[in-house]
């Protein structure tokens, strides 16, 4: 078990990941995600997991699959991350919290004895995921502010703007890509959009989609 582990190069993670199927979870590198671990089988990846590299796969089932069926099928896009920190919490659950590695795309799905689903996967087309900051210059702020202002007053969101105006392009993209509340189909785009530009790109277009659609629906209602 390494602590503290930091990865330069993808060639340094582990091309077999355990996964965790759940719909509309999003994880992004550098970014952190919370869950409560009940169901036996991922009770038994996560010891596994601590045991080894800490690297747990986030993916979500596909569009129109039953996320509760025992082996829905999976989108071919999901984002390792490591665990950070974890607790029992003395009712049979346990306490979790991952921190965005990388983007992985599936290779194939794996035959294993273990209860959880495990998968081969490619690191390699999300290369740049490693370095921190990558594309930021390329973002546009002010129309991805504007964006969340309107969206914030539209649903009467209370936003801390000095934490807001304190974040680096990417942890403002990132992290509101994954406080969002769009579907698991919006979810998947943004984790599989190419570069930190095209994500803060596609959430300004969703966000006024949204907008837009709130605001018809205002409309026929009066």
């Given at each position: 078990m390494k602590l503290n582990c930091v990865y330069r190069d993808v060639a340094e993670l582990p091309g077999r990941l355990p996964v965790f199927?759940?719909?509309?979870?999003?994880?992004?590198?550098?970014?952190?995600?919370?869950?409560?671990?009940?169901?036996?089988?991922y009770l038994s990846m996560l010891d596994d997991a601590l045991s080894g590299e800490r690297l747990i796969g986030m993916i979500q089932p596909q569009e129109g699959e039953n996320a509760e069926a025992p082996r829905p099928a999976l989108q071919q896009v999901g984002c390792a991350g490591r665990i950070v920190q974890y607790a029992e919490i003395g009712d049979g659950r346990c306490f979790l919290a991952l921190l965005g590695v990388a983007r992985f795309r599936t290779l194939e799905e794996?035959?294993?004895?273990?209860?959880?689903?495990?998968?081969?996967?490619?690191?390699?087309?999300?290369?740049?995921?490693?370095?921190?900051?990558?594309?930021?210059?390329?973002?546009?702020?002010?129309?991805?502010?504007?964006?969340?202002?309107?969206?914030?007053e539209a649903h009467k969101i209370e936003i801390d703007w000095s934490d807001v105006k304190g974040a680096s392009n990417e942890a403002l993209v990132n992290g509101l890509s994954m406080m969002s509340p769009y579907g698991a189909k919006e979810k998947q785009a943004l984790l599989e959009a190419k570069d930190l530009r095209s994500r803060a790109d596609m959430l300004v277009a969703i966000s006024q989609v949204e907008l837009a659609r709130g605001a018809d629906q205002s409309r026929a209602l009066h």
């Open positions: 199927p759940l719909a509309g979870a999003l994880l992004l590198p550098r970014r952190p995600i919370q869950l409560n671990i009940f169901e036996t089988r794996l035959v294993v004895s273990t209860p959880y689903r495990q998968l081969k996967v490619d690191y390699s087309p999300f290369a740049a995921d490693l370095e921190e900051g990558a594309g930021e210059a390329d973002v546009d702020r002010p129309a991805l502010l504007d964006a969340l202002g309107k969206f914030a």
